[in-house]
């Protein structure tokens, strides 16, 4: 019996045994890998991983449980069964009973297409050829290449009648380049890859540029100086804005988080209850669209069988959405948007972020900088640091120019960059035509703790905040 015959036996179990509605995912994935160290082959990676994740609703209570490698029917049904059981108990005690937003059954194969094929002889020369331009540098003291390549097969049927598949590949490569000269060690790193196949690298994104970038960057980084605190102005790159975006745009706008629900674990969202209400300037325009083609954060069908959209968060300054689960849709009474994810089959899908972005405006980047008398030019995510609410917030960078009478200057290094979201919304005043998606792959949320991978990006866009050393 197949891992979807399986699925489909899960569903009528649950009707049969007092479950008002299940759900079923039936997923697996075939993994290989390596990472390359200064040269050297170090680790490969191959690995396969099949199950089902079964969600019961019994009296207005959630159950789950997960099967790894289901090999009979009678152990899907014990399961099953005993999960029934343990949510008809806690609903006893559940003094809000869950309602699920309603959503028409969806009957798809979705196959997402690869233009090259993965293999682990092209991805291996791939990688030891990044490798050495990384080392290209003379005082580059470590180089690190590493690349995965995933195949997943997702099956999704509920018990209203949706039967879902998706067949997709994802390939992810995190590269780095540490530099060391006279006691000062800086590190500057990329993650390149997206969902498809080779074209990622190939195509999309020339790896072998970003190597060279990298490698380049760290060894100038040596040379660079730091900064002296100032309020200032302040340009940031498309893959800085991904980090912010991500940070304090995304996370704020899963519906869970506004509720309250996350506060145990991920914190919450500073503006729970602003719903039209301005937020920031006019140039501030947000969306979280999982169509975009080749974002980590892609999918057609969400994890509740909610046909993926693009929805929009802010519009012109103005809180307009939340990303929604069928759940909180029908608390916030609205309609699901297509926001519930998995990590994979053991987990309980939570509200997630799929691309959340800003979107871009009209300004030539150049023209952005041309226009700033005194700032800086803030480049590529590093470390975020956020309060439980995402209203005060620091990133550092992987590193900044000077900005002076709309000309570049000297490079720096250990910057962070610093804010309260509301006063650094509101100081937006530009956006540019440009817009690029980063892949973000290790986003952290829930108890047990998932890791979710997706897309985060916009244009350069122009603002006020205070900029310092991390030294300072």
């Not at 290989?32 to 160290?37: A, H, P, W």
């Not at 969806?106 to 092209?122: A, H, R, W």
Request: include cysteine.
């Amino acid at each position: 019996m197949s891992l979807e015959d399986y699925a489909e036996k899960a569903v009528q179990i649950a009707l049969e045994n007092g479950s008002q509605y299940c759900d079923v995912r039936a997923e697996s994935v075939k993994t290989s890998g390596f990472v390359i160290e200064n040269g050297e082959v170090e680790n490969f990676v191959s690995s396969g991983d099949s199950g089902l994740g079964i969600r019961v609703l019994a009296n207005g209570a959630w159950g789950f449980c997960s099967i790894s490698g289901p090999k009979s029917f009678d152990r899907i049904k014990d399961n099953v069964i005993d999960t029934i059981k343990s949510a008809l108990h806690y609903s006893k005690y559940k003094k809000q009973k869950v309602r699920l937003a309603e959503v028409k059954p969806s009957v798809e194969n979705v196959n997402y297409k690869v233009s090259i094929e993965p293999t682990i002889e092209d991805m291996i020369r791939i990688g030891l050829e990044s490798d050495k331009i990384i080392q290209n540098k003379k005082r580059i003291i470590k180089s690190s290449v590493s690349i995965h390549h995933d195949k997943f097969h997702k099956y999704f049927v509920n018990s209203e009648g949706s039967k879902i598949t998706h067949d997709f590949d994802d390939v992810i490569a995190n590269l780095s380049a540490t530099a060391h000269y006279s006691g000062l060690t800086e590190s500057v790193n990329t993650t390149e890859g997206g969902r498809g196949g080779l074209e990622m690298f190939l195509e999309k994104n020339d790896i072998l540029v970003a190597a060279q970038d990298i490698s380049e960057k760290a060894d100038a980084l040596l040379d660079a100086k730091t900064v002296k605190e100032e309020k200032a102005t302040v340009v940031m790159n498309p893959d800085f804005v991904a980090l912010l975006a991500h940070e304090i745009l995304g996370h704020p706008s899963e519906a869970d988080r506004v509720l309250g629900k996350e506060m145990a674990w991920a914190g919450g969202a500073w503006w729970a209850g602003k719903i039209g209400t301005k937020i920031g300037s006019s140039e501030l325009n947000v969306i979280d669209d999982p169509t975009i083609p080749s974002s980590l954060g892609w999918y057609k069908y969400d994890d509740e069988g909610v046909p993926a959209i693009k929805k929009a968060l802010i519009e012109d300054g103005v809180l307009s959405n939340h990303m929604q689960s069928r759940e909180t849709a029908a608390l916030f009474d609205t309609v699901p948007n297509s926001s519930m994810r998995a990590t994979g089959y053991s987990f309980m899908p939570l509200v997630r972020m799929a691309c959340t972005c800003i979107v871009p405006g009209n300004w030539n980047p150049d023209e952005m900088i041309k226009d700033v008398k005194n700032g800086y030019l803030i480049c590529n995510m590093k470390i975020p640091s956020i309060d439980m609410m995402r209203y005060n917030w620091s990133i550092s960078c992987q590193y900044a120019q000077k900005i002076e009478n709309g000309e570049l200057g000297e490079l720096l290094r250990d910057v962070i960059v610093m804010g309260n979201s509301p006063e650094f919304f509101e100081s937006i005043d530009a956006r540019g035509k440009d817009f690029q998606v980063r892949p973000i792959a290790n986003c952290g949320k829930g108890d047990p703790m998932q890791i979710m991978r997706m897309g985060n990006g916009g244009p350069h866009i122009r603002g006020k905040s205070i900029v310092k050393s991390v030294a300072t």
